[in-house]
């Protein structure tokens, strides 16, 4: 019996090291369990049916067409199609998901605006492209 804590679990390549390092090489099943910090210690739980999740992360270019606040009928802002679209996916949980079976629509992990070029003084510029970064489970 081997016991595997695997390093980063929640992020990048914890289990690529793993098989790297050739762990589980000699391996021939594996019981994979996910530690939950609300149960007692020494605690094991369990339900039927699926549970859990594999998760991961992508990346949205949201570009539109920059202008000026006193023509906003000439630009397309970015900002408010990726915000419209976040929303939008978050609502695929809340209301076309049983509420009772489990359901994450995703993190907003980053959400960079390329605000303006000349100066980050020009607050009444949109901007012509963002970034929203998701992870999704």
Do not use: W
Not at 1 to 6: D, E, R, T, Y
Not at 19 to 36: Q, T, Y
């Amino acid at each position: 019996m081997k016991l595997v804590f695997q390093p980063g679990e929640e992020g990048y390549a914890g289990a690529y090291h793993v098989l790297r390092e050739g762990v589980l090489d000699d391996v021939s099943a594996i019981f994979g369990l996910h530690v939950d910090p609300s149960l007692p210690v020494a605690a094991v739980a369990s339900r039927p049916g699926p549970f859990l999740a594999a998760s991961g992360r992508f990346l949205v270019t949201v570009t539109g067409k920059g202008g000026h606040a006193a023509a906003p009928h000439k630009a397309v802002d970015p900002i408010v199609a990726a915000s419209s679209a976040i929303v939008s996916l978050q609502q695929i949980v809340a209301r076309e998901i049983d509420p009772l079976q489990a359901a994450v629509c995703g993190q907003l992990t980053e959400f960079a605006l390329y605000i303006c070029l000349c100066s980050p003084s020009c607050l009444n510029l949109f901007n012509s492209c963002s970034d929203v970064t998701l992870t999704m489970e």
